[in-house]
């Protein structure tokens, strides 16, 4: 605790130089307990003449939970003259401490705002209303080009079709330059009035409260309109496919295969990788693939054709269980490729319910292959990451060590 007061006090009284250093301020909490003969009066003075002192912070992201401490920081942030990205996290303050004003966008010192975003429950809140209203009224004249909001609870705000509210402010042939957007629990409508403003998009993240149907309306709509996206967050559907092979470019893409699971989602998945992903060879950087039913899995025709991506630096895949006899060709595979940082491997069965013998089998083999992959060659490795565990050479050839030392002592 004193350590806290103390470094608030150096910086509130330009004691250190770090405060011409900040770019990033990262509010997680402003509740401390305090004790002895501090007072919360002192407290709450000094973390704001700390925040105003940070003239340099370029980024804001404030996590509010409850309200001690909430307006000084707010006071102090507001002050700020270079923020360019301001993000509220609101999701867990009690509804009933929350007002449409407490945050007012409009008072705020910096004029050079970019992104904005938040996470509420739900858009009902009031203080999600009040920020969606004030967007409304300094979209026209601010320089926005990120907008990311979100709302935990999806169900009660799915059909909230928050672009046409922000643009429909906006006046006639004066577009908004919005590049990188992320929908989390809230319906995206491209249509006459939204999409002038969305043509020059780069990264789109679908990653929560979009049903995959929904997901693949948006996937051709924005097909249609021309719109070659450089990162991509969402589900794996028939139309993201038939999306990523209009174009080339892209540089990062993270897929989502959802549950329940189907025979047309795995094909959805293989058809990615070894048609739509190649198309991107030249420019795709990053490919993860997130399973959320532990079925989805990467198989040898998969990995030959995602090897063509040269330029990949970081690659996620799920190996099948039943599927184990390709495991050391589909890692040896991997790790061939030239510019490989990270390769994280998972495994997936026929069933959610994996038994605990399956999971003792399945680990001395991929530890094996990992070994018979690192011991083929002496070029440089990626890190494997398998089971929350990080491999390098020198780690495999230890556990290597481990088990052959445990074998010869039992």
Known sequence: MEDVLTQLDHIAQQKTEIRHCVRILVIEST????????????????????????????????????????????????????????????????????????????????????????????????????LINQLQKIMPTASLSRLDIGFTDSESSKNAELMNQFFKALPKNTPLRIKYLRVHGWKLALNSLTMPHLRQMSFLDLSHGSEPFSQSQIWSSILNNGIQLRKIVGAITSSLNLYLQSYAGLEQITVIIPRPNSLDVLAFYHELCQNSLPIHASTLKYFKVVNTNTQGHCVLDDMNAISVCEKLEHLTVTIMAGHIDDLYDILHTAVAMPYLRILEVGYGSVSDYRPPSEAHRIVPMICRALEKTFGNSSRSFPVIVFGEKRYTPRQVAQDSLERHGSRGST
């Open 31 to 130: 509740n401390l307990q305090l004790s002895g003969s501090t007072s919360q009066g002192t407290y709450v003075n000094l973390l704001n003449h700390a925040i105003r002192s940070l003239l340099e912070v370029r980024s804001i992201r404030w996590t509010i939970s409850a309200l001690e401490g909430f307006y000084s920081v707010l006071e102090g942030i507001m002050d700020l003259p270079h923020v360019q990205e301001l993000y509220f996290d609101f999701s867990k303050l009690p509804l009933r401490w929350q007002t449409p004003e407490m945050i007012p966008l409009r008072q705020f010192k910096s004029t050079q705002l970019q992104s904005f975003g938040f996470l509420a429950r739900d858009a009902n809140a009031l203080l999600a209303q009040g």
